[in-house]
């Protein structure tokens, strides 16, 4: 018996494997991550039955809603996808294996401290605002390279890589130019060899140009519309709070 769910995560993995043929990368390679904002919990369970292990969520409300029936499926981990407030640091270091979104400092060190209360490391990534839209955040690509230093201090933090929204309603072209921008990045902070930097991780792609993501070097891609269909909640929601940026 196939339900919708299953149907579409083999359709983005048939899509998946020839962006990864066209591109001359190994299937294995690249890791599908669901985005499961507003996603209920039925739909979720299946992507869980069908065998899928990566999930990540914007809220740490909608994190700690959805932790009870994660722990129900013990190999799938959870990271965290969405703006992060540095109040809820304690709350979202709890449930995830990484971060996608540290974006800057204050939030390091936010993180820092809670961890060094709970002795623990956690793995994160940069968020790097490659499109220069308002609505998004992530950190503008000129200062990248040097939020990525000052993170390294915090030796409770292993920087894994960088993760990056591409420009939505775009032609493939300019989405990839926002792909190339953080994999150039990514050399260039290479280059420097920080502590506790390893950058091989790169988190771009999403429903609408995951293909593009993969040509273009993608490890993580995080993909929410193709599997679990339309969201009731628009994305600005989520995007463009009005929250301050030091919050
Ligand atoms: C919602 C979301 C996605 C998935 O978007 P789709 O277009 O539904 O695939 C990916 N990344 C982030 C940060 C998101 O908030």
């Known amino acids: 018996m196939s339900n919708l769910v299953e149907e579409n995560l083999r359709t983005v993995k048939q899509q998946m494997e020839l962006a990864c043929q066209a591109s001359g990368r190994k299937t294995e390679d690249v890791k599908l991550l669901l985005a499961t904002k507003t996603v209920p919990l039925e739909k979720l369970q299946m992507a869980m039955q069908a065998g899928e292990v990566l999930f990540g969520e914007n809220k740490a409300q ?7 029936l994660m722990q129900r499926y013990n190999r799938v981990e959870w990271h965290f996808i969405g703006h992060l407030q540095t109040n809820k640091v ?3 270091v709890k449930y995830v294996t990484l971060i996608h979104s540290v974006d800057r400092l204050k939030l390091g060190q936010a993180l820092h401290r809670q961890l060094v209360n709970e002795n623990k490391t956690m793995d994160i990534l940069v968020q790097v605002n490659t499109s220069y839209e308002e609505s998004k955040f992530g950190v503008p690509p000129e200062v ?3 939020l990525v230093e000052q993170l390294s201090q915090f030796e409770t933090l292993n920087i894994k890589g960088l993760m990056t929204i591409g420009k939505l309603n775009a032609t493939n072209d300019e989405t990839r130019h926002c792909f190339r921008l953080l994999k150039s990045i990514q050399a260039e902070v290479q280059e420097r060899g920080f502590p506790r930097v390893d950058m091989d991780v790169l988190s771009m792609g999403m429903s609408g140009d995951f293909r ?6 993608a490890t993580i891609i995080r993909v ?8 009731y909640l628009p994305d600005s929601y989520y995007w463009n709070e009005n929250v301050r940026q030091d919050e």
């Open 62 to 68: 909608e994190l700690r809603d959805k932790f009870p």
């Open 90 to 92: 304690k709350d979202v």
């Open 144 to 146: 990248a390279l040097e």
């Open 212 to 217: 593009v993501a993969i040509e273009e070097g």
């Open 224 to 231: 929410g519309t193709s599997v679990f269909g339309q969201r």
